[in-house]
């Protein structure tokens, strides 16, 4: 089992920046890929952007394309999402995942809240 933690939300302005970071622990040698996702109380869990372990490659939502950048350090087993021109409705809560096969995100952080204001 991988378990994973979120960090690094907070409260920021419109047009401000903001950067995640999970850090995986536990078995990280499972692991295919990891994720970003956000949700809105009432609503469903978004996908943002994910990066494969191994080879660094990227996907985004077409939502966040141009403002969100993942990005990973192996060494640290921590991912990365810098949010730039943030918006207020990008005001979610952030979780991180990992998945051992592809889109199979099995193991979930508590998630970090960010909040945009007007």
């Known amino acids: 089992q991988v378990h994973v933690a979120e960090s690094g939300g907070g409260l920021v302005q419109t047009g401000g920046s903001l950067r995640l970071s999970c850090t995986a622990s536990?078995?990280?040698?499972?692991?295919?890929?990891m994720g970003w996702f956000r949700q809105v109380p009432g609503t469903g869990r978004n996908f943002l952007a994910n990066?494969?372990?191994?080879?660094?490659?990227?996907t985004y939502a077409s939502s966040v394309k141009g403002r969100f950048t993942i990005s990973r350090d192996s060494a640290k087993n921590t991912v990365y999402l810098q949010m730039n021109d943030l918006k207020p409705e990008d005001t979610a809560m952030y979780y991180c995942?990992?998945?051992?096969?592809?889109?199979?995100?099995?193991?979930w952080g508590q998630g970090t809240q960010v909040t945009v204001s007007s």
């Open positions: 995942s990992a998945a051992p096969r592809p889109a199979s995100y099995i193991d």
């Open positions: 536990g078995h990280t040698e499972s692991i295919y890929d």
């Open positions: 990066i494969n372990w191994n080879e660094g490659t990227t």
